[in-house]
Every structure is written in structure tokens, then in C-alpha cells.
């Protein structure tokens, strides 16, 4: 869909990204990394508005530098931050985007309004965006993005400054109308929740460079979930009995790391206890989430 | 339509994309018909038109001035009753705030983001900008042409005894209106804010005008003269029609000689100028966003 080969951006002294060589698979894509990181540089040398200091990005199969504006015909694009002309209804500026697009009037205005009646917008989109609260002005921004039926659809951090109920509206609505239209789906966020609910693969970047490209399946399936237990002596007859329960364990410094595998484990381990007479001095589930993950790679 | 037809119809959607340059116009010509719905450019255009009609009507069948002289007057200064300030007016009302809008709302991002380049981008706010000149000032001008063709009995020979003025009258529209309408998108792009880029526009056209008038009536130079764009249209606006150059200083007229090459060039050097103005502005959105 996207690749970037030793793509180098610099603003004065300051270096966005760093030689950043990655190649984004087709489907829905999280680009994650946090803020400062390179993201929306990347999606601007991606989309051709930026120009870069060093190195090439083709995207859907095209030189971005040779293949010229029309290239963004393909493109739907969410920018992060407000843009959205106040003046005007919901209606007239996303047709007007539509139009600037090279769509008739005609189809403009159809197609306006089903992108928008998907968004749930129902007689709001005839108010002046100046009305609009901000889970509508990024539903009209989405619009915008969709509306000329894009291979690709570009979002850059779409559920910003939204309330979590707006936040989980958005993305079940970008999850749904991008399968519905068969788009590709680039989503550029911080928040690691937003990849996890919409995107098949994630892609994380930081300090201007790729650290991982791993489809979010299998990155769930590296999670991992265990009881973190201290005991005193006897302490290998307390591992002896957690053996004979079949548990999973492991030395963790000073504790012991007990694979967790329901609640039924928390009655084993106290069983083990009882049956060693090692006393159990503490006993605490923890697990190895997707955040912790996440901040592994970007440390 | 049921729901399921609409999710199959969204389903299966292939986009018919139109060229850039379709583009380019329709967002010329969009803007240009939201333009004119505006009742204050609505009120200036229609101050332009009467001020034409009482020129057709009352001063042209006196005949005092030669054809090509009622042109250069009407597209000259008030004074000579022209319709200079309305075309200045249209300018400040419209022209200033095209770009500094899309610059302060941020759309220019989307519209940049589209399949636009940003010479695409001007251009298509500069044809808005033309349309509106042509309806204020060039349209004006080709009805006093027909007036004066209905004046001389319908007879068809009077368009080859006066083509130079037709293509003159044409000409010097345009020119008017490119020189008016890049200063506006100049002003509108570098102060970005309507109200400033207005006051910057009149200061662009007047102030200039205002010192070199005082330091002409002061030195009595006429290449004082041509620092002022108001005064370089006059003297180009005179060659084309093949009358004597005279400009005007504090509304009294004056005789000069200049020639057309110098004043040309120095208009085309505007126009270079502020065309590159407003593509280095936007090309410095790259470091702001």
C-alpha cells in the first residue's frame, strides 16, 4: 500500500524522520508512535504536500514525486488538526470537497449525503459548521476523507479530542465504512486502543524511525497473563507441589511467576501453600498488556 | 431506499474523477457564484453598472470625448468618472479574503491535500478574482462599445474602423484585472486575516499613489510617476488606446510622456512579484504544519 525507503524529512535543524524505511501491507494499518514521532510528517511526504530531504515513498504502486497531484485522487485524507470552514454547512463543504476531488455536482451531492447518513448525521449537516460540537466536526472531517471513494483513506489521529463514547462511535463507524468500501485504512494515533479496535496491522514509529511493523493478532497473542507469588521456605516443595498441579512457573527475581489460567489458579497456588507449608507472604496477578508492549518498543 | 440498498450502493461506489484543470475551473467558477450572492459585491457591481449607464446615457451622446477617451474614463479615476474605486472596493471586498480565509480556518490543508498543486490553487482563486473584474469592469466597457456601434446606426463597418479599440477595451480589462486581482491575493496571503489583508490592499493601491502625486506636484518629475500602480495603468491604459498619456495629480489632469515599455515592464515586475509572493507564503505552510 505504502513504502518508504530511507525516507528523510528535516525541518531547519530539526529531523522528523530519520531515514525510515517501511512498507505498509494493504488492510487497516495502525501507524502508532507518540507524539513528535514522525507520524503525520510520514502521511504528508505520503500524500506529496510535504516534499522529502532524503530518500523515496511510492504509494498504491506509485513514485509519489513523479506521479503528480492526481495521485491524491486515490486518497482520502483526515488531517489531525481543526480545519473545517465555519461558514458552511456540513453539506456544502464536504461537497465542495468532493468537487475539488473532480467529482460532478451531481454525484457530489449524492454521494455527500450517504457518506454523511452513515455518519448519522441527520439534520445537523444543513447547520453551519460553526454549531457543530467536536464529535461532529471529525464526523464531517471523516466525511471529507470518504467521500470520492479513496483506495486509501489516511486518518490522522482521528478520535482526538473526543469523549469516549464519541471515541468508540468513530471508530466503529471508520471499522465499518471502510469495509463496507473495501478502502485501505492508514490510521495514525497515540492511542494504542484505537489500533486494537480498528486496524489488522501496527506499525510503530519513534523518533523519526521504524521500530515494528507485526499484525495486531500476533502481538495479542505475545501478551502475556500470570500471578506473581512470594512465599517463604520451604520454597522447592512449594514448587514441587505447583508441579504436581500442573501450574507453569518460572524464578522472577525474588518471586515466583505462576502462569494465570483462571481464577481456579489463585485456589492452586493456596493449595500448593497449604501442602508445602511454605507461607504465602504475597499474591497478585499481573499481565504483560499491549501498553507495556508498546512502550518496550519505544523505549 | 431500503438500508440494505444504500450499504450495497456505498459498497460498490467507483468515483468518476474529473481533470485537474476541470477542477481548477469549478472552483473558480464556484467561488465566483458565491461571490456574487453577496449583496455588498452585489451593491459595488451594480455602483459600477449605474455609473456606466449614466456615462451612455448622459455624457456619451454630448460628444465631448472621442470613443477611445469615454473607455480610458471609465475605467479611469472618479474624478473623470470612472469607475476605478469600485474596482478597488471589489478588490478589498473579495480578493483579500480568498486565501487569508482558507489560511485561517486551515482548509487550505484540505484543499492542498486534493489533487491540486498550489500554483492550482491560485489559480483557481485568481480566476474567481477575473470573473468578477470581467462583470465589474470589462462587461461595462463592451456595453458602452455596443452603445457607441447602436450610436453610429448599426453599421457593421464601425467594428473594423474601431477594432483596435475593441481589443484595447478587452486588453486593458484584463490587465486591470490581473494587476488588482494578484495585489489582493497577495495581501490576503501574506497578512492572512480579511480585515488587515483589506486595509493592506488599499494601502498597496492608494498610499503609493498619494506620495508620488505629492512628490510630482513637489519635484514636477513624471518618473516619479511610475512607483505608483495606479499611475503605471493609467500610462499603459493610454498607449493601448492610442491617446496622448495624461494622468491625474490631486484630480487635475497633466500631460506626461513615458512611452509604454517602462510602465509595462514595471507592471509585469508587480505581477511577478506578487504572484511569487503568495507561492512562497503558501509554500511556507510545510514548516507551520
Redesign the interface.
Known sequence: MIEARRLVKQ??AVTALAGLSVKVPEGRVGLLGPNGAGK?TFI?LA?G??APSGGSVTVLGENVATAG?????R?G?M?E??????RLTGVEFVV??A??????RQ?AIQ?TH??L??LRMGEEKYRPISEYSGGMRQKVKLA?GLV??PELVILDEPTSGLDPQARREMLRTIRT?TE???SNVLLSTHILHDVEQVCDHVIIVSQGRLQMVEQVESLLARLEDWVEVRVGEPRAAFCAALDKRKLEWQEHGPALRVGFRGDETFDAILAAAGESGAPLLQMERATRALEDLYLEVVK | MSEARVMERYRRYTAALADRRTIVWGMGWREFERLVRNRWVLLVIGLAWAQTLLIALIVMPQGFFTPQEIHLRLYGDLTGGGIRIQLVLLAAITGSQLVSRDLGDQSIHLYLARPLTRVDYLLARLLTLLLLFLLAALAPNLYLALAQWTDSGYALGWFGDHRWMLLATVGYGLLVSITFSLLALACSALTGRSGYAAVGFFLAVYFPSFLVETGYGLVQDERILLFSVLHLLDMVGHEMFEAPQWVTVYGFFFRIDLGWRTPLLLLAAIWAATASAVTLRLQRLEVTH
Do not use: T, W
Not at chain 1, 81 to 86: K, Y
Not at chain 1, 99 to 104: L, T
Open positions: 525541518f531547519g503525520s504528508k500524500l504536500i510535504f497531484p492526481e495521485l491524491r485522487q486518497i485524507y488531517p488538526h481543526d480545519c473545517l470552514p465555519d465542495e470537497m468537487q475539488v476531488s473532480g467529482m460532478g454525484a454521494r450517504e457518506v447518513n452513515h471529507q470520492h471513494g465504512l463496507l468500501g473495501h
